[in-house]
């Protein structure tokens, strides 16, 4: 008698699961011959080093320079590379040049050899400029806005210090432990803190030493 | 000393008044959970199909939040369910088993599988498999089921702004490989949300779960060149509070995750008018029980069983009874054992008369048969046996043994050794042992006297000093008492410092050692000159052993070397009972106590914290985290997300990017700014944001905020109208064109992103 009888909220429970499974549903409208990619899920890390890596390839490589409109399928491929670039806005005035004329799209190996955060720092250090010609083309079409682009810059404003434990004003600094501290209850209690706690309330802030 | 004196002389110790609190307000945490099984809903698609081809389509807004589905002829979503799938293999029944959105919390095995069909903390999908599932799910419950080998029904969908290309190349392989959809179309949900609340020009300010976007729109159409995107939504916060709780309550035994703090999000956070100013004062004492909020954990309560009175009763009757009993058993036991011993004296007594008639061949046979070496053992013992029994007698009666003892034989101590024979000397060594003995107790006795003498005098004296001059008394009292609070202090700090090495008290104790461990101690008293460095006349030089004993686990304070806070609160009490300007707020412990501290504050709200309780161990208080929390999306550095916040994003768009643009009238765009998102709907979002915005523009600009109807549905709602406008049907990507014209390829239009 190793077996013992389910209860009855047992049986429910098995019930419910078994009427919640989609596995054993057999799906009419899924193609039945549908067999994805194995290695199709990538995080944005991957893709977007990917896209660089194609891009610096293809800079790297002699191209035929008007191998774009030879044909039009072609000239879709290339579109379509462009599209894995991420630094397709790195000036403006190229963007804008390249939403009028579509041959000339590749960029060359200086830009691609350039970092992304640079690039995009770049774009939002000068608003004027790219929103000038940026405008000239939206009304358009946009040029080109990527994942990576339209991230915010960092804050040019004065960031405000807060106490780490609490929240509130900090006006000083634990030297020992870095963390910011609202008075002298606070800098207590930091002292006591076992080893390591510190360092989680820097990484709460974003502040903590990354070792690689 | 303490004051021993006589109680009736004594005035009564001030009581301290008990407060009391109004009851907190306590709500109990909330999570994610299994509603009920969604059954298929095959009425819809016989209503699609009823309509005339191309004019019904499924509407599916692919949130990170929500995956919302339904019919572009209704006026709401059919479906909505988190893009989340659990699938495992139950060995026991040999089953594979998958579930879709909030199917998965339904059982314990399938919720330790979960998995999200979104990268953490982005709106880009990165797990196909469960986008797959999520929208085999989906379309089970839309009643697709009935269709055969395909989705025979045109799609419209979200993604999120600047979608990547990769992400879309795979969408649309789903869609038109695995489904075998006719077309697709595909769309940004905030501008759908803002087409949907009837937007022309301004700029949109979506605010979700996964990031904030802001998105200028001219004319229906967006610039997307001049879009921003801020890493921080309703996810981020979520993550965020849920450190924050784990960083404030470290030993927190209940379970905690990130579905209930998004629910502490929604219901108790709210974003600050004035962040600054209502922050510096969020702690203080005065309205706190308006804005800390208890959090209560499930927990079971401790069962203290309460006995009643009755009850109590009988075992206290019952202790009495047998503790009777055995006092009854040891009396029996004492009186058979001396009567015993009497028997025997008397035996001995009537051997010892014989042996005294008898020869000394007699004596030799009487003495053998009672294993006795001679008559001077025989006569002890008698002796002991006789002090035994009186000894036994005077307990029974309960004289005072001490007392009635007469005291030892010491005869032979004066006698010299040379006059004594074997046996002699050596009675005469015992002897000596018990004399010594016997002063010892004595003087022990005496000194214990005196010093009871001593104290009471001393206590008269004190009496006497405060009656005649109770100023100067009670003066002394408080210098006392500085000099004892002062001496903790140092005690402290003392013990904190030698926790550093390199401190100067360390590096002191080190010198101590290293001066008492060498053979010639030389050391700063070397600069007294002789020899003799009189250590130990003052009394504090042999603290130099404390000193270095202290690496020692501390141990020290708890021999109770000296009782500071003992003393302190002797001191305490005589200032209570006799000074009238001290009271009970004045006392160290109630200047230490919960209510002076602003960590208590923060950590267990307005009221006096029971380590004991049950219920309160498993509560969390919310109280800066209310505004600290929201706050992160307009000071991102809080949280340390090294971008610019969200009114300087918007500042930045409005008085930078979109000025000076030939044919554009810039306060078009300031007449309407449009939140809309989840993330959005915290109290006092806007009017935040309108505070922020007003500095940065020209006095007297025509700054106008609205908030989205509904600012989770809309984007689904916008979409559903779109579908048979001229707008989507040349937005739509069909089957054949997809296939002929590239993976990830995409027409521009209105709503959606632009084809990099």
Same mark, same amino acid.
């Given at each position: 008698m190793a077996e013992k009888l389910p209860t009855e909220a047992q049986i429910a429970h098995q019930e419910l699961i078994d009427q919640l499974?989609?596995?054993?549903?057999? =799906?009419?409208?899924?193609?039945?011959h549908w067999r994805p990619?194995?290695?199709?899920? =990538?995080?944005i890390k991957t893709i977007l080093g990917d896209a660089q890596r194609k891009e610096a390839s293809m800079a790297a490589t002699p191209q035929d320079?008007?191998?774009?409109?030879?044909?039009p399928a072609v000239g879709g491929g290339g579109d379509a590379e462009n599209g894995l670039?991420?630094?397709?806005?790195?000036t403006p005035a190229q963007s804008a040049g390249g939403g009028g004329s579509s041959n000339n799209l590749q960029p060359n190996l200086a830009q691609a050899s350039r970092s992304l955060s640079k690039l995009v720092l770049e774009k939002s250090l000068r608003p004027n400029g790219s929103g000038g010609a940026g405008g000239g083309g939206a009304t358009v079409s946009a040029p080109s806005a990527t994942y990576t682009n339209v991230e915010s810059a960092p804050s040019l404003a004065h960031t405000r210090r807060y106490c780490d434990?609490?929240? +509130?004003?900090?006006?000083? +600094?634990?030297? =020992?432990?870095r963390l910011r501290y609202h008075d002298k209850e606070v800098f207590g209690y930091i002292r006591t803190l076992p080893q390591g706690v510190p360092e989680q309330y820097l990484e709460a802030r974003g502040a903590h030493t990354v070792l690689k | 000393m303490a004051p021993m004196a006589i109680d009736t002389l004594m005035p009564p110790l001030p009581v301290r008044e008990q407060r009391s609190y109004p009851p907190a307000k306590i709500f109990n945490v909330k999570e994610t959970r299994f509603e009920k099984h969604v059954a298929p809903q095959p009425d819809g698609r016989a209503k699609a199909l009823a309509r005339?081809?191309?004019?019904a389509a499924i509407v599916i807004?692919?949130? $990170?939040s929500a995956v919302r589905a339904g019919w572009?002829?209704? $006026?709401?979503?059919r479906v909505s369910l988190p893009p989340i799938m659990a699938k495992y293999r139950d060995r026991k029944l040999g089953k594979t088993y998958s579930f879709a959105g909030a199917d998965c919390y339904a059982d314990t095995t399938a919720r330790g599988h979960i998995r999200n069909a979104?990268?953490?903390?982005?709106?880009?999908?990165?797990?196909w498999d469960v986008e797959e599932h999520v929208l085999d799910w989906t379309f089970l419950k839309l009643g697709m089921?009935?269709? *055969?080998?395909?989705?025979d029904m045109p799609i419209v969908m979200t993604e999120a702004v600047a979608n990547l290309p990769y992400s879309r190349k795979s969408m649309n392989e789903i869609i038109f490989e695995?489904?075998?959809?006719?077309s697709l179309a595909i769309g940004i949900d905030s501008l759908f949300s803002y087409r949907y609340n009837k937007g022309q020009t301004g700029l949109v300010v979506s605010s979700s779960y996964s990031s904030t976007h802001v998105i200028p729109v001219l004319n229906s159409k967006p610039m997307l060149a001049q879009a921003i995107r801020l890493n921080w939504g309703g996810w981020h916060a979520a993550e965020y509070l849920l450190k924050l709780i784990r960083l404030k309550y470290p030993s927190f035994s209940g379970k905690l995750n990130a579905s209930q703090t998004e629910n502490m999000l929604r219901d108790h956070c709210y974003i600050s008018k004035a962040y600054d100013d209502e922050l510096r004062s969020y702690?203080?004492?005065?309205?706190l029980e308006e804005r800390d909020i208890v959090i209560q954990y499930p927990f079971t309560e401790e069962v203290i069983i309460q006995k009643t009175e009755e009850e109590l009763a009988r075992v206290m009757e019952r202790k009495k009874e047998s503790g009777r009993r055995l006092q009854e058993q040891a009396a029996k036991m004492r009186l058979e054992k001396l009567m015993r011993k009497e028997e025997e004296l008397e035996y001995y007594r009537k051997l010892q008369e014989k042996i005294a008639d008898a020869n000394k061949k007699d004596t030799k046979r009487l003495l053998d048969g009672d294993d006795l070496k001679d008559e001077a053992q025989l006569e002890r013992r008698i002796k002991e046996l006789d002090k035994s029994i009186k000894k036994a007698r005077t307990k029974d009666v309960g004289g005072d043994p001490e007392e009635a003892q007469e005291l030892?034989?010491?005869?032979?101590? *004066?006698?010299?050794?040379?006059?004594?024979?074997e046996a002699g000397l050596k009675q005469k060594r015992q002897q000596r042992l018990m004399k010594s003995n016997h002063d010892a107790r004595a003087r022990a006795k005496a000194e214990k006297e005196a010093e009871k003498a001593r104290a009471a005098e001393e206590e008269r004296l004190d009496r006497e000093r405060r009656d005649n001059d109770l100023e100067g008394w009670l003066e002394e009292k408080r210098i006392a008492r500085e000099n004892t609070l002062q001496r903790m202090k140092e005690r402290d700090r003392l013990k904190a410092d030698l926790?550093?090495?390199?401190?100067l008290a360390s590096q002191m104790r080190m010198k101590s050692i290293a001066n008492l461990a060498s053979d010639n101690p030389r050391g700063k008293?070397?600069?007294?000159?002789?020899?003799?460095?009189?250590?130990?006349?003052?009394?504090?030089?042999?603290g130099v052993y404390r000193q270095i004993a202290?690496? *020692?686990?501390?141990?020290d304070d708890e021999d109770a070397e000296e009782d500071l806070e003992g003393n302190l609160k002797a001191l305490e009490e005589d200032l209570l009972r006799?000074?009238?300007?001290?009271?009970? *707020?004045?006392?160290w412990e109630a200047q230490n106590?919960?209510?002076?501290s602003l960590l208590h504050a923060f950590m267990r709200g307005p009221r006096p914290f029971d380590a004991g309780s049950q219920a309160e161990t498993h509560q969390i208080h919310l109280n800066v985290e209310r505004i600290r929390v929201p706050e992160v999306v307009f000071q991102p550095s809080i949280a340390g997300i090294d971008q610019a916040g969200l009114i300087e994003i918007a500042g930045d768009i409005l008085t930078?990017?979109?000025?000076?643009?030939?044919?554009?009238?810039?306060?078009d765009f300031l007449r309407d700014i449009f939140l809309t998102g989840?993330?959005?709907?915290?109290?006092?979002f806007d009017d935040r944001l309108r505070q922020g915005l007003t500095p940065l523009l020209?006095?007297?600009?025509?700054l106008n905020l609205r908030k989205a109807g509904d600012a989770l549905l809309d984007p689904w709602r916008g979409a559903a109208q779109w579908v048979g406008s001229s707008g989507w049907k040349a937005a739509t990507v069909t089957k054949a064109e997809w296939q002929e014209k590239g993976q990830d390829y995409l027409k521009e239009h209105d709503l959606g992103n632009s084809y990099s």
């Open positions: 499974d989609i596995h054993s549903i057999h =799906k009419s409208f899924r193609n039945p990619n194995q290695r199709r899920n =990538k995080n320079n008007n191998s774009g409109d030879v044909t670039s991420t630094s397709g806005s790195s434990v609490t929240g +509130l004003p900090a006006p000083y +600094l634990d030297p =020992k432990s | 005339p081809d191309g004019d807004d692919n949130g $990170s572009s002829l209704e $006026s709401k979503p979104f990268e953490a903390g982005t709106g880009i999908v990165s797990n089921n009935n269709a *055969e080998g395909s989705i695995c489904y075998g959809a006719p702690l203080d004492w005065t309205g030892p034989d010491f005869s032979l101590l *004066e006698v010299p050794d040379d006059q004594l024979d926790g550093n090495r390199k401190s008293r070397r600069r007294g000159g002789d020899g003799d460095d009189n250590f130990g006349a003052n009394d504090d030089d042999w202290v690496g *020692e686990g501390g141990s006799y000074d009238a300007s001290f009271t009970h *707020e004045h006392t106590d919960w209510d002076k930078q990017r979109l000025v000076g643009l030939p044919g554009i009238n810039h306060d989840g993330n959005t709907l915290f109290d006092g020209p006095a007297g600009a025509p």
